[in-house]
């Protein structure tokens, strides 16, 4: 309903903590040739110097490096991950987030890599492998909207678009009935001014 990006990207990292059962869902994207943190779930406004923040966007880049999406979890044998190293990184991470497990998931399309999604848990089993699926759907429409906002920022004519987008976003938000009569009525009055005799 909107290309407006932040505002995508925190509706986003809020309503996947809706449905996913984690404590904290966070979006870094690729612009401008760096990676950078662009949204955090529970958070309006990012501050990206906060406590954990610089910390939590170094795994974001990390991830993207990585080459493919990955779930690393706590568990009572310790760091359930394949690398050595993998295992040494979270196992500080870990300690140092608060979190026993993270979910990871690469936003790229035919494109490019646009971007990272990261869930992460307090308890390794609240986020488990079984959450990948549908974490992946979540993931495939996120990077169609920042591909639309991204192309719709280098639109020439961008800033005024953006008062029409968000005018049919409310009409979108207006109840279905009531959408219906107002649709009725307008076509109404036009078949009215167009047939009634002026003369």
């Known amino acids: 309903a909107t290309l407006a ?86 196992g500080a991470y870990f300690e140092q987030a608060g979190m026993s497990a993270f979910m990871g998931i690469l936003l790229r399309d035919e494109e490019s ?4 999604l990261v869930l992460e848990g307090k308890e390794a089993g ?3 492998h079984a959450h990948y699926d549908l974490a992946r759907i979540f993931a495939s429409q996120v990077t169609v909207a920042v591909r639309n906002a991204l192309l719709y920022q280098q639109m020439p004519l961008a800033g005024m678009l953006q008062p029409l987008a968000e005018k049919r976003a409310r009409f979108a938000a207006i109840p279905a009935v009531r959408r219906s009569v107002m649709i009725t009525l307008a076509v109404a009055l036009v078949a009215f001014l167009a047939f009634f005799p002026w003369y």
Do not use: Y
Request: glycine share 10%.
């Open 126 to 128: 609240g986020l488990a």
């Open 5 to 90: 990006l932040d505002r995508v990207l925190t509706t986003t990292v809020n309503r996947i903590t809706s449905v996913i059962p984690c404590d904290r869902c966070t979006v870094a994207l690729h612009r401008k040739g760096r990676w950078a943190l662009s949204a955090v779930s529970g958070e309006m406004k990012l501050d990206r110097k906060a406590a954990g923040m610089p910390e939590l966007e170094t795994m974001h880049i990390w991830l993207a490096g990585s080459g493919g999406d990955c779930t690393v979890l706590q568990t009572e044998e310790g760091i359930d991950a394949e690398r050595e190293e993998t295992r040494d990184k979270f």
């Open 113 to 116: 890599i646009v971007g990272t």
